[in-house]
């Protein structure tokens, strides 16, 4: 994973953040970097009433805008994994989200220091909605998944700051959609919900009070059941009317289209929507009490005679897995559709469509190399490759490229080397990159043939011979083909490959540390431990029992021969001619220690293999060491964290947020 000893930083992450801290003692206040802005999953977006102020759920944080999706910036890192989102549409200061077990307030604009619990325990939120009408907009509704003990839907009077269940215990369902009755008239308190059994089973079976359509005329006070109870119910909207139409959507295969409009005594569903083969109906939208809009799975579509016959309105770049539609009330034109990749905008009521996620996001991050104040990553989710100047972050593309590993070359610092993968199973590639202008453009120097499976993990210099680099990984096709293979810095001439750890086709080689100085390398690998080569890179002599090493690590400046190993067995301790002394018993996946500080010999930093927690100490070479929980804030899940080589009070890290 990491070569501390080479100058050469890297951080794994799968997702979105990268963190700094200010000392070692690493339970100490982290500093988030943001990292390459690359929207996915854009489950959810609120919109104030003249479509200007913005707030959306992307995967990683919770963003703003205030110039109708111009320019996007992040709230607060901490709202990790947001899931739902509203906001007071005539004050746009005043914003609601929802992530994994808490629903949180601000009512100055999403400002940092500002967010405050106004409820907690609240389980999955599956949507929140507020009342349209201006002097009703303080009503909120929260619908979330059903868990015993608690309840599927909560109201609030004061715009978020307070909840209260308002739904009956004997409705066991998970509550998908919420429509407040959209003008006000004598049925400004009417609220209709929509839902599905907590167990999601196939359509057809009548489940009451476990699935369907839910009607109060009171904000919640009582509520009746009004059928549907047959499906799985995910979108429901309201047309004003006498008496109103109320539409649903299912999901199902195909998903179904219904309407009613008498007051849901009958139901009818208009079958023209099956022949778009979508699974699921995410949201329903009535534009100027009329048009209505629907966003699927498989597209959006729009009505004019409710529903009887649809028009699809394609996304740009076929862009069509809409996760949530919003339609500004001021400019009912105005309307923004958000999908796995981006949000989307039309000023005109779906004639055109303009992208618009620009600064939103936080690209998935597999490593990340560091040089002063600029940043190098690769992803092992996205085709893309993110570079900091110092100033702002950019986005290199890299077609069908999944990125393991970027280094900084030690001598030559505009070369930037990042090493992935392509395909999968027999047909996976080994692709290898270079940058000589600081990571603005990339060639290929290196791809290895289809069928030989060869992934590469990582990417390595040897300490006194820079003009060679080394890559190291394994063959998925279990035909103990080459672990590593030697490739001069310019890509020309012999490419040289050679296994470590013998010829048996477990010996992945997870991580290296080649140390300054000497012709030492350690090589951590699956199944039988670390290897050891006292003349550079080559095969070795085994220096450990049979287990799984993910992370080695070592401080040269201490002692070239003691070495801290971690892997699913916990951390371990080695010093040459001695035997392994266990340090600690967790699931691990990788270990740090200060880089050239003399006085760090017991000073240790792991990271939990499922990627909650980072655990610290200062006394390693105790019987049993004490530990501290250094992971602060941080949003989870944290994917690596690593030393700046030559800083002995910086770590970075790498989380699901950037």
Known sequence: MINFINILNRVIATSVIILIISTIAISQTWTSLQGPPKARDVKDIAVTNDGQTLYACDKSVLFKSTNGGTLWTATQVELASPLVVVCKPNDANNVVVGIQNYIKLNTNGGSITDWQDALTNAGTPLRLAVSPITNASDTMYLGRKYSAGSYSVYFSSNGGADWFNRFPSSYVTDIYDIAPYPVLNTNYKHVWVCGSDTGNYAEGTSLPNKRGVFFSRNAGENWTSKGMDSYNLRAIAIKDASPPNIFVGTAGTPAKFFVSIDTGLTWIERTSFRTFNATVIRAIRVRNNSDLWLASDKGLYRSFDNGTTWANLPMPNNDNNILSLVIAKNGQDLIYTTTQNSIYKTTNAGTSWSR???????????????????????????????????????????????????????????????????????????????????????????????????????????????????????????????????????????????????????????DVIAVAGTQIVYYGLDNIGVYRSLSGPSNGNSVSHQMTVRSPTLNASVSTTTLYVVGPSGLWRWHENTIWYPKRNDNLKKVIMRPGYTNSKNHIAVLANDGNTIWYTGNAEAVSPTWVDGTGGIPKLIYDISNVPGDTTMVIAATDCG
């Open 356 to 510: 618009v996620d620009s600064g939103l996001g936080r690209m998935p991050v597999s490593s990340v190399a560091v040089s002063s104040n600029n940043y190098w990553t690769v992803s092992d989710k996205y085709d893309s490759l993110g570079r900091f100047d110092g100033s702002k972050w950019s986005i290199v593309e890299l077609h069908n490229f999944r990125g393991n590993k970027i280094i900084q070359h030690p001598d030559q610092t505009t070369y930037i080397y990042a090493t992935g993968y392509s395909g999968s199973g027999v047909n996976q590639r080994g692709l290898f990159y270079r940058s000589v202008d600081s990571g603005k453009n990339y060639t290929s120097l290196y791809t290895t043939s289809p069928w030989s499976g060869n992934i590469f993990n990582g990417i390595t210099f040897e300490p006194n011979n820079t003009s060679f680099i080394y890559l190291y990984g394994y063959d998925v096709t279990g035909a103990s083909n080459p672990n590593f293979y030697k490739i001069p810095l310019y890509g020309a001439g012999t490419k040289e490959p050679f296994s470590v750890g013998g010829s048996s086709p477990l010996n992945t080689v997870n």
